[in-house]
C-alpha cells in the first residue's frame, strides 16, 4: 500500500509520514469493519424480542438445513453514514501526509455537504425509527438479518426501489469521489464533486426518508358502510319471511 499510495523508492529508508500515514488508515478501516461485523454500530434497533424470535423461528422453517442469523439487520443509513466516515477522514489522512498540508487549504464543500447529508439522514432515519418503537408498532426490522444486501435494500415487502435508488446515488458518488481523489498529484485539497451530483445524493436521501415513514404503517383496514350493512340484514330478513309464507 505504501509503493501504491505514495510511490516510494526501493530503499529501507522509509519516509515516517508514508508510515504514519498508512497505519491511521489501515486502523480506521479494520476497526470499522470489525465492529461493523462484531456490534451493533451498523445495525437496526430491535424493539420487540418476541417478534424477532418469532420471525427467526419462521426462516427456520424456510431455510430448513441453514441456520438462521441470530443478529439484527443492517441499517441503511448507518452504512452510509459509517462508510462516508471512513472515506472521508482516510483520504483527508492520505492527502495531509502525502500530498501537502492541509492546514493550507480551503473549505472543502463537497465534504460539508456529504458529511451532513448523511448524517441529517441518520439523524432523521433514527427519530423515525424511535416515534415507531415508542407506538410499539411492528417493524421490519424485528427480524434477524438476511445479508447485508437484503437488509439494507429490503422493507416489509422485500426489495424496495426507494431503497435501491439510494443505495445507488450513495455508489456512484463514492466512485466519483474516489476517482478524483486517484487524479490529485500534489496538494491537500479533497476533491469537489459537481452541484448536481450532490443534489441527486440528497433528493434520493430525503425520499428515502419520506417512504421510510411508511414502511411500518399498519395495514389499510377497509370498513363495510354501517347502511350496507343494515341493509343486507333487512334483505336476508325479508328473504327468510318470503321462504316461511311459501313453506306454509
Known amino acids: 500500500m505504501c509503493f501504491?499510495?505514495?510511490?516510494?523508492?526501493?530503499?529501507?529508508?522509509?519516509?515516517?509520514?508514508?508510515?504514519?500515514?498508512?497505519?491511521?488508515?489501515?486502523v480506521i478501516t479494520v476497526l470499522f469493519l470489525v465492529l461493523s461485523a462484531y456490534s451493533n454500530i451498523l445495525r437496526d434497533e430491535i424493539s420487540?424480542?418476541?417478534?424477532?424470535?418469532?420471525?427467526?423461528?419462521?426462516?427456520?422453517?424456510?431455510?430448513?438445513?441453514?441456520?438462521?442469523?441470530?443478529?439484527?439487520?443492517?441499517?441503511?443509513?448507518?452504512?452510509?453514514?459509517?462508510l462516508w466516515t471512513v472515506i472521508i477522514s482516510s483520504?483527508?489522512?492520505?492527502?495531509?501526509?502525502?500530498?501537502?498540508?492541509?492546514?493550507?487549504?480551503?473549505?472543502?464543500?463537497?465534504?460539508?455537504?456529504?458529511?451532513?447529508?448523511?448524517?441529517g439522514t441518520a439523524v432523521a432515519s433514527t427519530f423515525i425509527d424511535k416515534n415507531e418503537i415508542n407506538d410499539n408498532r411492528p417493524r421490519h426490522q424485528n427480524r434477524p438479518s438476511q445479508g447485508f444486501f437484503i437488509d439494507i435494500?429490503?422493507?416489509?415487502?422485500?426489495?424496495?426501489?426507494?431503497?435501491?435508488q439510494n443505495f445507488?446515488?450513495?455508489?456512484?458518488?463514492?466512485?466519483?469521489?474516489?476517482?478524483k481523489v486517484?487524479?490529485?498529484?500534489?496538494?491537500?485539497?479533497?476533491?469537489?464533486?459537481?452541484d448536481t451530483l450532490l443534489a441527486l445524493t440528497g433528493i434520493s436521501s430525503a425520499t428515502y426518508l419520506v417512504m421510510k415513514t411508511?414502511?411500518?404503517?399498519?395495514?389499510?383496514?377497509?370498513?363495510?358502510?354501517?347502511?350496507?350493512?343494515v341493509a343486507a340484514e333487512s334483505a336476508n330478513t325479508n328473504n327468510a319471511g318470503i321462504i316461511q309464507q311459501a313453506v306454509g
Not at 438462521?68 to 459509517?82: D, E, I, M, S
Not at 435494500?153 to 435501491?164: Q, V
Not at 445507488?168 to 466519483?176: D, G, H, K, P, Q
Open 214 to 229: 411508511k414502511e411500518n404503517d399498519p395495514p389499510a383496514v377497509t370498513d363495510v358502510p354501517q347502511q350496507s350493512t
Open 91 to 119: 483520504v483527508y489522512i492520505y492527502l495531509s501526509l502525502f500530498k501537502g498540508d492541509c492546514a493550507d487549504a480551503g473549505i472543502n464543500k463537497t465534504a460539508l455537504v456529504l458529511m451532513g447529508i448523511f448524517a
Open 168 to 179: 445507488a446515488w450513495t455508489l456512484i458518488a463514492v466512485i466519483v469521489y474516489l476517482y
Open 4 to 26: 501504491a499510495l505514495s510511490g516510494c523508492s526501493n530503499s529501507t529508508d522509509y519516509d515516517l509520514k508514508s508510515v504514519v500515514a498508512v497505519i491511521s488508515i489501515l
Open 182 to 194: 486517484s487524479l490529485i498529484k500534489t496538494g491537500c485539497d479533497l476533491p469537489e464533486l459537481s
Open 153 to 164: 435494500l429490503s422493507d416489509a415487502n422485500g426489495i424496495s426501489l426507494h431503497r435501491f
Open 48 to 82: 420487540n424480542m418476541d417478534e424477532f424470535e418469532a420471525n427467526a423461528k419462521q426462516l427456520q422453517r424456510k431455510s430448513k438445513w441453514k441456520l438462521t442469523n441470530t443478529n439484527a439487520p443492517f441499517n441503511l443509513t448507518k452504512v452510509q453514514f459509517g
